[in-house]
């Protein structure tokens, strides 16, 4: 059977290797991806996806595009006559292009859906405080993220977890499900279920804004946040007018010296670096201060001047 294979992160790579372990059975006709660009903030020099960079490790194929609307991506699809279209973590593709393949097109999705449909499942699954997400392969349709289901799976969302641990769970899950997704499209197998939009729930892309910490929330939920957003895009607040990015906290349930003098107020205790929540204190165990590097807060604390700054310190 052959296939078109689209997708541009690192969540998509364990998918298309385990498509091409497969020689027998599937051949991997063509591999979509985005077009080469700067990655990393520090270097301007431009890097494949890492996607391209699984392919052509492979020796597969490689389209690259930033423009999936566009006539060519669809000339060039049906040039490569698919059976199927498989796609992980693309672009919103148009009709005509997920039509091209007479077996159908199907995407792999980081949530169980109905639930947190859009652009940053992983993210707002842990921000959400699901104790459970998964993935779930469904049939492309014109409305994003509905189409009928084919295969779900189930993943625990540990207590640990942040959403780079959890792309890397599901990611590899969804591995698996796309492979058997494939043979039963193959071998005829498809059992399809249709999705209750009254369990919908909407998973928006992240943004400067929404990332942004709302400090009168409660303890458990802050953190939540954080871990959410760990460690890329990162949660984020102001300490003086700088950016300050918050990668791992938790709720503090041991007593302290004082009461929070209010949400976003900061307590510096015993190497500690304590913020108030709506109902308590979180303390923070690593973070990022605008143009400094990635540490430990005993290490941020250790060249930290509370002096530098106005009296009370709050995070705002």
């Known amino acids: 059977m052959r296939i078109v294979f689209m997708g541009t992160p690192d969540f998509a790579v364990p998918s298309l290797e385990r498509i091409a372990s497969e020689k027998q059975e599937f051949d991997i006709a063509l591999v979509v991806t985005g077009s080469d660009k700067p990655r990393r ?12 960079k699984a392919a052509l490790r492979l020796g597969l194929p490689v389209y690259e595009t930033d423009d999936p609307s566009g006539p060519e991506l669809a000339a060039a699809v049906a040039a490569a006559r698919p059976d199927v279209i498989v796609v992980a973590a693309f672009r919103i593709l148009p009709p005509a292009v997920y039509t091209l393949a007479p077996k159908g097109a199907f995407n792999l999705h980081a949530s169980l859906l ?6 940053a499942p992983i993210n707002w699954a842990i921000i959400r405080g699901e104790k459970e997400t998964g993935v779930t392969t469904f049939f492309l349709q014109e409305k994003v993220d509905t189409g009928n289901m084919i295969l779900m799976e189930k993943i625990p969302v540990g207590a640990d977890d942040n959403a780079s641990t959890l792309a890397e769970k599901l990611s590899l899950a969804g591995a698996g499900l796309v492979l058997e997704t494939l043979r039963r499209i193959a071998g005829g197998r498809v059992a399809l279920q249709r999705q209750d939009d009254r369990f919908a729930s909407r998973a928006p892309k992240l943004t400067r804004e929404n990332t942004r910490i709302r ?28 950016t300050l990015k918050i990668y791992r906290a938790q709720p503090c349930a041991g007593p302290l010296p004082s009461e929070p003098s209010g949400p976003g107020g900061v307590l510096i205790h015993e190497g500690q670096f304590f913020v108030g929540a709506a109902d308590g204190w979180i303390r923070l165990e690593l973070l990022q201060f605008e143009g400094k590097k990635m540490m430990e807060a005993s290490e941020f604390l250790r060249g930290f001047r509370p002096e530098e700054y106005l009296t009370p310190l709050v995070l705002s």
Do not use: H, Y
């Not at 109905?114 to 652009?119: L, V």
């Not at 929330?217 to 984020?236: Q, T």
């Open 215 to 242: 400090w009168n929330s409660a303890a458990v939920e802050l953190c939540d946040f954080i871990r959410g957003l760990a460690m890329k895009p990162a949660a984020w607040t102001t300490l003086g007018g700088r």
């Open 41 to 52: 903030r520090k270097n301007a020099q431009e890097e494949p996806t890492p996607v391209k």
């Open 114 to 119: 109905p639930a947190f449909r859009g652009a």
